[in-house]
């Protein structure tokens, strides 16, 4: 999962669809973007049979993403438009891309988009990816970008996904240097990952780079956040702590947060992000382990 240039493997600017390459190779920036978003914001149903169908619905507003979908795909699919009630508008429009060819479904779902309710149980693929594309696609569906009500730049994804949170955790962490560390909260069982500052900052202008397949209002936002200054009687947070080769040998050894923790004067919520990454080969095992 090295991360690519922005500029590897893009679709060809002359062409109406990415001709030369195969369809959802997550090495091609589009690809990987557009995988990103339909984890976290399309669904896949079951009919009857080989019968099934990809839907993807957004408010009308950002239907140019749709329409970038349908034009990367080599299947026949169509967009839609519907206006309904909702908790927070009497009427609200709605755009739909439709998809069912079987071929396309099939490849959506071997690369990890599963059929039926998702939230908890989607991950970054397995297969090589494009890890700022496929983020930038998972923030645009299901995270946000922008000013907090104090004037901070900020970028923050929900999610139900432990995985999918994990990774934005590490690829943050690595861009940034800001550890975050995974907890549901009490009431709906989500969590609710935010960056400031110079980390939002940061993480906003490796994701949101020049040109990037994006919609276009999260990345007009990302491209404000720079025109941010710390004042100069804030004052910077220290960085937390790194993870040494010697701490994770003993994590391993140990292999228990809680006993980790007292061992290692942690808490409890980072050695059990830290053992989950070791376990699972996000992060590499020290040389020795």
């Known amino acids: 999962m090295a991360e690519r240039e922005p500029n590897a493997l893009p679709c060809a600017p002359d062409e109406s669809r ?5 369809f959802m190779d997550l090495e091609v920036p589009e690809y990987a973007y557009m995988f ?18 990809l839907t993807v619905e957004l408010s009308a507003r950002d239907v140019d993403i749709l329409r970038e979908f349908q034009r990367l795909t080599p299947y026949n699919s169509t967009i839609g438009g519907r206006t309904r009630t909702t908790n ?15 071929e396309a479904r099939t490849k959506l779902n071997e690369l990890g988009l599963p059929y ?3 939230s908890r149980t ?3 693929p397995h297969a090589p990816f494009s890890q700022p594309d496929y983020l930038r696609g998972v923030i645009d569906a299901d995270g946000s970008v922008g000013f907090t009500a104090q004037g901070f730049p900020f970028v923050s994804l929900t999610t139900a996904s432990v995985a999918i949170g994990a990774y934005l955790c590490f690829y943050a962490g690595r861009i940034t240097g800001v550890e975050r560390s995974l907890k549901r909260n009490a009431r709906d069982g989500i969590f609710n990952i935010l960056y400031t500052k110079e980390a939002a900052q940061q993480l906003a202008a ?5 040109d990037c397949l994006s919609l276009d209002r999260k990345r007009a936002a990302a491209e404000s956040l720079h025109t941010w200054s710390r004042p100069a009687d804030m004052r910077v947070a220290p960085d937390r702590r790194r993870w040494t080769p010697s701490e994770d040998r003993l994590l391993l050894a140990l292999n228990n947060d809680a006993a980790a923790a007292k061992e290692l004067g942690r808490t409890e919520k980072s050695c059990y992000v830290r053992l989950w990454r070791l376990r699972t080969g996000r992060t590499p095992l020290p040389a020795d382990a």
């Open 88 to 102: 927070f508008a009497a009427s609200h429009e709605s755009s739909i891309w439709n998809l069912c060819a079987l």
């Open 18 to 22: 990415c001709a030369t390459t195969e």
């Open 122 to 124: 989607i991950a970054p």
């Open 206 to 210: 490796r994701l949101y780079y020049p």
């Open 36 to 53: 990103g978003f339909l984890q976290a914001d399309g669904h896949l149903s079951k009919g009857t049979g080989q019968k099934g169908r």
């Open 116 to 118: 039926g309710r998702k």
